[in-house]
Each structure stands twice: as C-alpha cells, then as structure tokens.
Nanobody, 122 residues
C-alpha cells in the first residue's frame, strides 16, 4: 500500500494550497481517508476525514470553514483544499487510510503516507 501526498509548499498568510494524496494497493472505496498534520515539536493532530461509507466529512475545529476534504473514488485520490492559511497551519501533512467508517483517533488508521510540508509565513 502506498499513500503519496503532494501539493505542499510555502505560502503567505491568507493564501491557499491544495494537497493531493494518491492511494494504491488498497481497495480505496472501502477506506475512510483522512489528513493529519504534525508541526515541529508538537503531537500529530487530526485535520479532516471523509468516510468511505457515506462521504461524511469531519474537521478539527480550527480548520472548519477554511479546509475542504474530498475524494475521487475512480482515481483513488483524496484532496485537501486549504484556504485562509495562517502560520498555525504550518506542518507536515500526512494522508491516512482507515478501514472503519467512523474511525476514532489515529490508532484506527491502518496506512500512512510520508507527508508533504506546508509552510505559512506571517
């Protein structure tokens, strides 16, 4: 299984970025997909998820209204559109796959990608 994230980069505060994650080697339609992030010196944190069962999306509070997660089952891709970025969004963003329709925390995610760096300057 491979989860290859891309689309990271450097942007000024208030800007936008779009992340993509290409999944291979798994039955993509049976996995809930999510984005997590980890900033230097901080714990990994959940950002957003989209359920394989019904497309239900969940977001951490600080990104709700600014970030949008979506998936393309035909292409085995998951996306994260990020708007109005701030320095607090600086982190390595990882995509992850869970066999659960309503996964809890990161421990219920089976596969992880290597991540893509997002840097937001003030």
């Amino acid at each position: 299984v491979q989860l290859q994230a891309s689309g990271g980069g450097s942007v000024q505060g208030g800007g936008s970025l779009s992340l993509s994650c290409a999944a291979s080697g798994l039955r993509f339609s049976l996995y809930t997909m999510a984005w997590f992030r980890q900033a230097p010196g901080k714990e990994r944190e959940f950002v957003a998820s989209i359920s394989y069962r019904d497309g239900l999306t969940k977001y951490r509070g600080s990104v709700e209204g600014r970030f949008t997660i979506s998936r393309d089952k035909a292409k085995s891709m998951v996306y994260l559109k990020m708007n109005t970025l701030g320095p607090e969004d600086t982190a390595v963003y990882h995509c992850a796959a869970s066999p659960f329709a309503r996964p809890g925390d990161g421990r219920q995610y089976e596969y992880w990608g290597q991540g893509t760096q997002v840097t937001v300057s003030s």
